[in-house]
């Protein structure tokens, strides 16, 4: 089947950078607000056990990757970053499955990880910092290196079906 029925290449490249937005958005508001009060943030996690320097680089990733993949630059790192973030969060904070709101965090967690690793695997599309800092290499590079233009996972197109022979 082609692709372009599913979804019109022309709709790819903003789609890319919506999912990019929605997937950054909640770090990005998340790690502003534990960076804007670090002392609470800090004290709140020490509670919860995690010692002060390792809350602060959780800080530190939340607002820096939110801000990698917003843009997308460094995407795949960053998204895989956060996707690990995320399953560690599901994992050591929210197993208490008995209590619906810790059950549905836990499952937040889960699903945030699936799509940032989709991100990770396919990058961040060609309304991206990466694919622009690519292309400008690539013409800087001469025309030999245009393929680096190329999304890495590009999958060609079936020709079309014609009528019977």
């Known amino acids: 089947m082609n692709r ?12 890319a950078l919506v999912a990019r937005l929605l997937l950054s958005g909640l770090f990005l508001q998340e790690g502003a ?36 993949v917003a843009f997308g630059l460094g995407t795949r790192v960053a998204a895989g970053a956060l996707g690990l973030f995320c399953l560690a969060t599901a994992a050591l904070f929210h197993t208490r499955f008995a209590v619906r709101n810790e059950l549905l ?30 292309a400008r290499g690539a013409r800087a590079a001469g025309p030999r290196s245009a393929a680096a233009c190329e999304p890495t996972l590009a999958v060609p197109d079936p020709p079309p079906i014609t009528g019977s022979s």
């Open 105 to 134: 965090h836990f499952e937040k967690d889960l699903a945030l990880a699936g799509g940032l690793f989709l991100l990770a695997l396919h990058g961040g599309g060609a309304l991206s910092l990466d694919r622009l800092l690519r």
């Open 4 to 15: 372009d029925v599913l979804i019109p290449r022309a709709a790819r490249a903003p789609g």
């Open 33 to 68: 607000l534990l960076a804007a009060h670090p002392d609470a943030a800090l004290d709140a996690m020490g509670r919860l056990g995690v010692p002060h320097p390792l809350g602060a680089a959780a800080i530190a990733l939340q607002v820096g990757g939110g801000v990698a």
